[in-house]
Structures are given as C-alpha cells and as structure tokens.
C-alpha cells in the first residue's frame, strides 16, 4: 500500500563508503582531467610534463579502484541486504538502470520546467516498510551513470596504449591486443590503432567535462536537489519530507 | 646519443655475427645500423660471402618518383656499389640504371637480352632464383586492365605478375609499393587508377598478390617515403645470410608486414625524437622554427612507427624533426590520406564533416554552460 505522507524521519541516503567513493571518484577525474590536458595543451607554466604524468598515473588506480571496485561493492551489498541475488538484480534494476518509471519523471520534470506541469514528479522512492529505497537517483543520472561507465572503460582501453604500446599483464600482451582491435576500426576514421586511441582518449576527455557540468550543475544547481550536495560530500542524510522524495509502506514479495 | 651508439658498439664487437642467434644478428642490425653493422663484421662478412653464392636482385620500378632508388643511391658507407658488392648481389635489372631500351620490328621484340631490355628481363624472369625489389605501387585501373600503369608496351601489372610469381622473395621498398603511399591519395580519379601495394593497400590487406592469386610468397614491407637505405641493405644481408627465415617471416615482421628491428612495435618514432625534450616541458611549437616540439604542427611521430630518430638519414645526419619538419607517418599504411593535412595535428583535423573534435568540445561543453545556467535562473526563479 502506498503511502505518500511526509514524514520529518530522516534515513541515512548515502553510507560512508559511498560517499568516500563519490569523493575519491570525483577527485581523480578532477585531476586526470586536468594532468590529462596539461599533457596534451603543454601547459609547462602551470604543471610539469613529468609531475602532469605522475599524477595522471597515480590517478588512473585511484579511479579504477572507485569504479571498478567499490562502486560494483556498494551495488552488490546493498542489493544483497534488500534480499540475496535476486535483491542484487532487483537493486541494479531499479536504481541504476533507466527504466519506463524514470521515462516518465523525467517527462514530467522538463514539463514541469517549461511551466507545462505543476508538480515536479519526486524521483526518489523509499519504501518505509524494507527500510530500503526502491529508487534513488535522478533519471537522467541512471542515463549518466551507464554512459560514463563506458567512457571510463574506453578511455581505460584507449590510456593503456598512449602509457605503453607494449603494455602487458602476467605475459598477456594487452596493448598488442588492444591495437589489433583499434585498428579494426580506425580505418573508418582513416586512422591507424595508435591514432584512434589518442583521439578518442582526447574525444572522451572532453565528454567528461561536459558530463561533469550537467552533472554539478544541471541537476545539482537546483534547489530541489541542492540537499544533496552536503548528503554525498558530509553527512549522507535523506530528510524523507523533501518535495522529491516518495515515502511508500510497501510489503515487498 | 654518441656515448649510446659506442655502448652498442662496445656491447656487439665481439660477436661472431655469424653464428649467432636470429634475434642477436636483428638486434645487432636494429641497433649499429649499416656503418657501423658493416665496419665491426667486415672482414667476418666479407668471409661469409666468399662462400655464398651470388644473389640475384630484379629490380622493378611502378608507379612512384624514384625517390627509393635515389635513397639507396645515396647510401654511403657502405655505398650502393659497396653494399651490393659486399653482399654479392648481382643486381640483373633497374630500370632507372640500366638505361633501358626496347627494340621492336614489326611489334616484335628483336634483338638479345645484351641488347634489349624487355628480351633481358623475360629471360630473367624465367631463370628464377631470385629476390624481386618492388619500388612503386602496382597500377590495376581502369576496370582490372592495368592500362594506368604503362611500361613500353606492357602493363606493369603483367610485368609484376610474371617476376612475382617466379621470385624466391618480395622485398616491397617504399610506401608506394608496401601500401599504396602517395598513389592512392583520395582524390576523383583513385578509384579509376587503383594503384595497389605489393601485398596491402593502404591498411586493407591482400594488394595485387591477393588480386593475382600470389599466395604465400615471401613478402617483406620497408616502408617510407623513401626508404632508408640501411634498411634495405641490412634486409638483404639478414636474407642473404640466412638470418631471416623467408619460411616464416611471422616472428621478424610486424601486423603491416614490416621488420619489426625497423619499425619497432614497441616504440614511436616520438619516442626518440631530437626534439622529446620540448615535449616532455611542454614547449610545443604553434608555429614553424620556433625550436620547440612540432607536435602541435602536425607532427605525425606519436603514432608512427620506425627507427628514424634514431638511425638518422643523409649519413645518420639527421631526420625530418631535426630539420624542423614534423613527422608525416610515411611509413605508416594510413599515409598519406590518414596523416592530411599534414601541418594539422590529428586532433584538431576535421573528423566529421571537416569539424574537428575541438570544435566539437568548445560547443558541446559551451551548450552545457548556458543549459546550467538557463537551468539554474529557471529553477531559482520558478522557486520564487
């Protein structure tokens, strides 16, 4: 049974670990980002070639650590506390994925800011009955999410080859690997493997910078979601009587 | 980089480059280069070749400058004749240095092979035996007639087809001949012309051989426009002396058919580049002779492979960056159509619809600015 009365409870949104993981992500895609383009641009007043490089390298395994590695364990142990696997599955599904819910939200979002509709649909749903949240995210974030964690894995890809063409792991020769693949597909850009791989390292760099814009300040330069900021970075606080949040009484079968 | 070069001398002078291993004689070929390789074995090649029979070179020339040839003219230490004559080649047939003459009577060939050229080159051709120079890509237009490519009376299709098929080994010298180069330039004529390497055009492979049904002939790339000279000759040694197994070139040639001691896949001709330094403190050069790095004038170094900057041309003089002129990747199979324009960095040249992917970004991440600004007004006014 649903039940959509505010209450003044106040549910821990983010936990520790996510929230360092936020930090830690958003701290080594700030500094790749700029080491990145210091290498590219040759911007030797500000930093080094060798210092941009150091802390480019430094920062790959940070973020890889974040993404790779906690992000999947917050998603895994969350998902296995509302109920095992198939509490894994459901947890991916509800609050990573963009599914015909959030197609709906996020329509009446951009209604309701041309002034279309009244009600700024609420994207957050916590079921007080699990004492879980059935979904967490803005729509257009579970959009981010699934692109970004591409263009991480292809700039991985793509950063292996410009460090080292000769690249491997315990014998296996990845970057050989790697340029074999690319140059399957640079020839469409009329390039060679090594050529592409730049260019999209670059073409990538880019797009993080835009994502991270609509990500700041797009959806976070809003006083509806303004809370937020201190909830990922502070204290990981929900107050359940936000305009954007749905409080539902659910028994969960 | 002289202590460097007398390190590698000091380390390889007391081999006896004879006997051995592959790797050892490549690495020691990859690393001396022709004059110092030929100056520390001299007396221990000369020796060798006493004992080797004469190799037989047929030289042909497609559709290219001659530029290779005049390359492997300038050779010095050793020099072209040097070189061949070191190595016992017997260079049957060139074009270029032969003076060639053909005489016909009545559209037939007269005449011996002392006399004219075409009867010398059948008869060559049929003996065999010998290690085919392709120098200059293989015209196969218009509509698979080879007409594009005309030498006297022949296509130099047919010519190619006949000395390919009998030859012990295909050496492919310059970017023409290995992938196309400058003949498959886009332009409105390329698809009438079909100018075709030796064994790959540009980075499809296959080439003529794979058109004429050429299969498993020994093919080695030497790429560049043009070729270094030691590259050729230390080939033919590493061949000759049977350092190079031409039954299994897997383990010697790179993905482009390329010897791998040349165009090593493990490094950039960036990687060795007089100028790295520039780079690595980030004086990037946005106009010509300004002494910095040329990455940023289109040097194409970062993604090509091969030994220049550290071999040298002209003596082992100099190189193009040297110079002051950026890397344009000519031994790579995208020249030049993948390297154009070429004083524009690959970054910033149009991609789709001639928009760079700069452009791409200043208006992307523009839009995104003025969307969060509009967004935040909006939200802040509507909160009001």
């Known amino acids: 049974m649903s039940n959509v009365q505010k209450t003044k409870l106040v549910v821990e949104r983010y936990n520790w670990v996510e ?12 500094v790749l980002i700029f080491t990145g383009l210091a290498i590219y641009f040759g911007w030797g007043q500000l930093i080094s070639y060798h210092n941009a490089r150091l802390l480019h390298m430094f920062m790959v395994p ?25 509490g894994i599955v459901k947890h991916f599904y509800y609050n990573y994925l963009f599914n015909i819910e959030d197609y709906r939200r996020l329509k009446g979002m951009v209604l309701n800011f041309f002034g279309r509709q009244k009600e700024y649909p609420p994207y957050t749903v916590y079921n007080k009955a699990t004492g879980h949240y059935k979904t967490k995210l803005h729509p257009l974030f579970k959009i981010f999410i699934v692109v970004e964690g591409m263009a991480i894995f292809l700039i991985v890809i793509t950063g292996i080859v410009i460090y080292a063409v000769d690249w491997s792991f315990i014998g296996i020769p990845i970057a050989e690997w790697l340029l074999i693949i690319f140059g399957w597909i640079s020839p469409i850009l009329n390039m060679n493997g090594l050529q592409f791989a730049r260019w999209l390292h670059l073409a990538l ?33 929900e107050y359940l009587d936000s305009p954007i949040v749905q409080v539902t009484d659910e028994e969960e079968h | 980089m002289a202590s460097e070069k007398l390190n590698m001398i000091e380390q390889f002078k007391n081999l006896d480059i004879l006997k051995v291993d592959r790797r050892t004689f490549l690495k020691a070929v990859a690393a001396l280069g022709a004059t110092s390789f030929v100056s520390l074995y001299g007396n221990q090649l000369a020796a060798a070749m006493s004992e080797i029979t004469e190799t037989k070179v047929l030289w042909l020339h497609g559709a290219e400058c001659t530029g290779c040839t005049i390359s492997a003219l300038n050779a010095s230490s050793p020099d072209f004749v040097d070189a061949l004559s070191r190595l016992n080649v017997s260079l049957a047939f060139h074009e270029t240095l032969l003076a060639p003459q053909g005489i016909f009577v009545d559209g037939e060939l007269v005449g011996n092979s002392e006399l004219n050229v075409e009867i010398l080159l059948d008869e060559l051709v049929k003996a065999g035996g010998y290690i085919l120079v392709v120098e200059g890509a293989i015209g196969n237009g218009p509509d698979g007639t080879g007409k594009i490519n005309m030498i006297g009376t022949h296509t130099f299709k047919d010519i190619y087809s006949k000395a390919a ?7 492919a010298l310059g970017t023409c001949a290995t992938y196309g180069g400058v003949t498959v330039t886009d332009s409105a004529t390329k698809r009438y012309c079909d100018f075709m390497g030796v064994n790959q ?63 090593p896949p493990t490094h950039t001709i960036h990687d060795n580049c007089p100028r790295r330094g520039f780079y690595d403190r980030g004086v990037l050069d946005v106009r010509f002779a300004e002494g910095g790095c040329l990455w940023k004038v289109g040097c194409k170094a970062p993604y090509a492979h091969g030994d220049c900057a550290l071999r040298k041309k002209n003596s082992g003089t100099s190189v193009c960056m040297q110079a002051g002129g950026p890397c344009i990747a000519c031994v790579e199979p995208i020249y030049p159509n993948g390297v154009m ?42 909160e009001k």
């Open chain 1, 19 to 30: 929230r360092w993981t936020h930090t830690f992500h958003a701290i080594a895609m700030l």
């Open chain 2, 201 to 263: 055009t540009e980075q499809r492979r296959g080439g003529m051989n794979a058109h004429l049904g050429i299969r498993d002939k020994p093919v080695i790339n030497l790429p560049g426009c043009p070729a270094h000279p030691d590259w050729l000759f230390l080939t033919m040694a590493a061949v000759i002396l049977g350092r190079i197994d031409l039954n299994d070139l897997s383990g010697v040639l790179d993905r482009e058919g390329r010897l791998k001691v040349f165009y």
């Open chain 2, 165 to 171: 098929k009998n030859a012990d080994a295909i050496i």
């Open chain 1, 205 to 237: 760099t880019y797009f993080f910078i835009a994502e991270l814009i609509c990500h700041a300040f797009i959806l976070q330069f809003s006083s509806k979601n303004f809370m937020y900021w201190r909830s990922i970075f502070v204290d990981g606080k």
């Open chain 2, 341 to 382: 324009p070429y004083y524009v960095e690959t970054e910033s040249a149009g991609i789709l619809f001639g928009i760079n992917i700069g452009t791409v970004a200043a208006l992307t991440i523009g839009a995104a600015v003025v969307a969060a600004g509009v967004h935040a007004v909006r939200r802040v006014n509507k």
């Open chain 1, 62 to 86: 940070v973020l890889l650590a974040t993404n790779w590695i906690l992000v999947p364990y917050g998603i895994l142990s969350h998902g296995w506390q509302e109920g095992g696997v198939k």
